[in-house]
């Protein structure tokens, strides 16, 4: 074990927060100069230890507080103080850091919550003016990825690699419930796809409430809520439909052939003795 150290200036305080697929690089937040009572994003790596990310200048009490770092390292986000508020934030190698913005309406508030492993989609939560999902690409800037059938607020937590699925939470009916996004379908209340997918009786007494992860396929969730009897407890679920293997039956025709070819070989052997 290696310990990281911290940023010159302020209270000795550091954390560590995400690392690259190769453990080469880790992503946290230090106290620094330029925050000296929260927090300024880092990247540490074995030969430049840490490195301040810097923070976005204008609010009194700036921060940069990083949440992932992108699998290969070349992107990390969080949210950041800045004149608007809380505001997601991006930091890359070629752009440096860079306020994200928020959706339009209501009061201003943005935090970003996962990056795809190249760093080019990004995932968090914002205000529309409610709580909402948000998938942010350079192309489409950041999208509104709206709610699940009867929802009225939604949060993303995580993303495949290649970025085509996010997983977080909904709130339905007065309730919190697991909610799973990808192009294809849009946003879905993960208890009704398990139901689709037969898993009703592995779930019968559940309170599900969030995703909190999901495989780099797409399709492993694990989550947490709370069991049958009332205790808070993780679980996984495989989205892979069940499948009905068919195995080839023989005709009669096919038998009585093959049974005649056994029979011909046998005839043969005993001539050739």
Not at 66 to 81: E, H, L, Y
């Amino acid at each position: 074990m290696v310990a990281l150290g911290d940023l010159p200036g302020g209270e000795f305080s550091s954390a560590a927060v995400g690392v690259t697929a190769d453990g080469a690089i880790v992503t946290g937040g230090s106290t620094s100069f330029l925050s000296p009572t929260l927090a300024e994003a880092f990247l540490w790596s074995q030969p430049t230890n840490l490195v301040g990310l810097g923070v976005i200048p204008g609010h009194p009490n700036p921060a940069t507080v990083p949440s992932r770092i992108s699998a290969d390292g070349t992107v990390v986000v969080g949210w950041a103080q800045t004149l608007n508020g809380r505001e997601a934030f991006r930091w890359s190698q070629s752009d440096g850091l860079v306020a994200m913005g928020d959706l339009p309406g209501g009061m201003f508030d943005s935090y970003a919550t996962g990056v795809s492993a190249d760093g080019s989609v990004i995932v968090g939560v914002a205000l529309n003016p409610g709580v909402t999902a948000f998938r942010w690409t350079a192309s489409t800037g950041m999208i509104d990825l709206g709610n699940p059938p009867g929802g009225y607020l939604s949060e993303a937590f995580a993303i495949t690699p290649d970025g085509r699925t996010v997983v977080g939470n909904a709130g339905v009916d007065g309730s919190f419930v697991p909610m799973i996004w990808d192009e294809a379908h849009g946003m879905r209340n993960l208890i009704e796809v398990f139901v689709e997918l037969g898993l009703g009786p592995s779930i019968a007494g559940w309170d599900l409430e969030e995703a909190r992860a999901v495989s780099a396929d797409g399709l492993t969730v694990v989550g947490y809520g709370f069991n049958p009897a009332g205790e808070r407890e993780g679980w996984i679920a495989d989205l892979r439909p069940a499948s009905v293997v068919e195995v080839p039956t023989a005709s009669t025709a096919a038998l009585s052939i093959l049974a005649s070819l056994i029979v011909g070989a046998a005839l043969l052997t005993m001539r050739l003795r």
